[in-house]
């Protein structure tokens, strides 16, 4: 099965918004409201910002939006700010206790 | 404070194998499932393998299936990992989480190189 599909990069200035899709098929993203978003600073761990299509962690600010429709779901960043310069990761359950992740989108503030 | 630990990594030929571990802490392990992630130096993250609270379900990647072997012992809180018949495309940093649906907890990860 293929990654989802995300763009490369996304670049916004400081408090600007950004939004980065992430595409996948019938088969996951549209089949099921199990979309979770992942933050990676370079050498850190990945870290869990959105879970289940828009719900948000305990301590992720409220900046940090998800959202889905159809085979599409978005990562929405409002008020950018320069910590916020990292990869981020989207996520499907595929059924099955499977998952499959997107390729990863670099986010530069700048 | 939850805690995920893994060790077992290394330099291993294509071919060999390798066994890793996740030691787990502040939860209840044997209530939640885990997983296995892995990424490729400059890579994006790929699911590796899941597996029940129990045990009785587990998943693998087609990249790994019928080379890698999840499995957990419970009553040692710990996660583990068989890799067998490893191939130069499995060098990544391994990392094992919590859950099945959205992964909340992650290790730091451990760095298996698979080179001659």
């Given at each position: 099965?293929?990654?989802?599909?995300?763009?490369?990069?996304?670049?916004?200035?400081?408090?600007?918004?950004?939004?980065?899709?992430?595409?996948?098929?019938?088969?996951?993203?549209?089949?099921?409201?199990?979309?979770?978003?992942?933050?990676?600073?370079?050498?850190?761990?990945?870290?869990?910002?959105?879970?289940?299509?828009?719900?948000?962690?305990?301590?992720?600010?409220?900046?940090?939006?998800?959202?889905?429709?159809?085979?599409?779901?978005?990562?929405?960043?409002?008020g950018l700010q320069a910590e916020d310069?990292?990869?981020?990761?989207?996520?499907?359950?595929?059924?099955?206790?499977?998952?499959?992740?997107?390729?990863?989108?670099?986010?530069?503030?700048? | 404070?939850?805690?995920?630990?893994?060790?077992?990594?290394?330099?291993?030929?294509?071919?060999?194998?390798?066994?890793?571990?996740?030691?787990?802490?502040?939860?209840?392990?044997?209530?939640?499932?885990?997983?296995?992630?892995?990424?490729?130096?400059?890579?994006?993250?790929?699911?590796?393998?899941?597996?029940?609270?129990?045990?009785?379900?587990?998943?693998?990647?087609?990249?790994?299936?019928?080379?890698?072997?999840?499995?957990?012992?419970?009553?040692?809180?710990?996660?583990?990992?068989?890799?067998?018949?490893?191939?130069?495309?499995?060098?990544?940093?391994?990392?094992?989480?919590?859950?099945?649906?959205?992964?909340?907890?992650?290790?730091?990860?451990?760095?298996?190189?698979?080179?001659?």
């Amino acid at each position: 099965q293929s990654a989802l599909t995300q763009p490369r990069s996304v670049s916004g200035s400081p408090g600007q918004s950004v939004t980065i899709s992430c595409t996948g098929t019938s088969s996951d993203v549209g089949a099921y409201n199990y979309v979770s978003w992942y933050q990676q600073h370079p050498g850190k761990v990945p870290k869990l910002m959105i879970y289940d299509v828009s719900e948000r962690p305990s301590g992720v600010p409220d900046r940090f939006s998800g959202s889905k429709s159809g085979d599409t779901a978005s990562l929405t960043i409002s008020g950018l700010q320069a910590e916020d310069e990292a990869d981020y990761y989207c996520c499907s359950y595929t059924g099955r206790y499977t998952s499959i992740f997107g390729g990863g989108t670099k986010l530069t503030v700048l | 404070e939850v805690q995920l630990v893994e060790s077992g990594g290394g330099l291993v030929k294509p071919g060999g194998s390798l066994r890793l571990s996740c030691a787990a802490s502040g939860f209840t392990f044997s209530s939640d499932s885990m997983i296995w992630v892995r990424q490729a130096p400059g890579k994006g993250l790929e699911w590796v393998s899941s597996i029940g609270p129990s045990g009785t379900y587990i998943y693998y990647a087609d990249s790994v299936q019928d080379r890698f072997t999840i499995s957990r012992d419970n009553a040692k809180n710990s996660l583990y990992l068989q890799m067998d018949s490893l191939r130069a495309e499995d060098t990544a940093v391994y990392y094992c989480a919590r859950r099945w649906d959205y992964f909340d907890y992650w290790g730091q990860g451990t760095l298996v190189t698979v080179s001659s």
